[in-house]
T-cell receptor, first 113, second 113 residues
Framework: AQSVTQLDSQVPVFEEAPVELRCNYS??????LFWYVQYPNQGLQLLLK??????LVKGINGFEAEFNKSQTSFHLRKPSVHISDTAEYFC???????????FGTGTRLKVLA | NAGVTQTPKFQVLKTGQSMTLQCAQD?????MSWYRQDPGMGLRLIHY???????DQGEVPNGYNVSRSTTEDFPLRLLSAAPSQTSVYFC????????????FGSGTRLTVV
């Protein structure tokens, strides 16, 4: 069965430091992978997605993610975070040919001044 | 362009009451879904639709009904509210196929007492 694991429930980091939010997925078939961001009291907003092709995907707000098939990972990175990046981040997977996303449990990123 | 509109934003129900959460999108998206978000559990799919007149169950469908009579609207009905249905509910829509990524509404915070 398909699943998405976000091992870190909370990640504190100082402003202007780099950050990596980890995501691992399990699937025996091809998947599409996504990262969403949720600011307080708002809906989810698409950050970036991997469908095929280059394994390094760039998204909005300076975020990027790398698809690693051998490690079944899709970690999200940003080289220098801002206070405004404080939010909850969700990794999601979609099995090719289906319509059902599987979401991870989320990682709360807290950027400290 | 309003995107995905959910109403109401907040609702308090008594156990046993019924209600309908409204969701409308103006992007002519084929795919629409309802999710619930609970602390530490990420987002779980309740029901989804791949087009007008077509709906299917997700991961946690019990206690909820949906219909899709038009492309624009996808209401979620709680038949007899229970405290376990206290949650934040999100509606989402996508063009063409779910691999394009969903656009989420801002959510409905429901409390059942």
């Amino acid at each position: 069965a398909q699943s998405v694991t976000q091992l870190d429930s909370q990640v504190p980091v100082f402003e202007e430091a780099p950050v990596e939010l980890r995501c691992n997925y399990s699937s025996s078939v091809s998947v599409y992978l996504f990262w969403y961001v949720q600011y307080p009291n708002q809906g989810l907003q698409l950050l970036l997605k991997y469908l095929s092709g280059s394994t390094l995907v760039k998204g909005i707000n300076g975020f990027e993610a790398e698809f690693n098939k051998s490690q079944t990972s899709f970690h999200l990175r940003k080289p220098s975070v801002h206070i405004s990046d404080t939010a909850e981040y969700f990794c999601a997977a979609l099995t090719s040919g289906t319509y059902k996303y599987i979401f991870g449990t989320g990682t709360r990123l807290k950027v400290l001044a | 362009n309003a995107g995905v509109t959910q109403t109401p934003k907040f609702q308090v129900l008594k156990t046993g009451q019924s209600m309908t959460l409204q969701c409308a999108q103006d992007m002519n998206h084929e795919y629409m879904s309802w999710y619930r978000q609970d602390p530490g559990m990420g987002l779980r799919l309740i029901h989804y639709s791949v087009g007008a007149g077509i709906t299917d169950q997700g991961e946690v469908p019990n206690g909820y009904n949906v219909s899709r009579s038009t492309t624009e609207d996808f209401p979620l009905r709680l038949l007899s509210a229970a405290p376990s249905q206290t949650s934040v509910y999100f509606c989402a829509s996508s063009a063409r196929g779910a691999n394009y990524g969903y656009t989420f509404g801002s959510g409905t915070r429901l409390t059942v007492v």
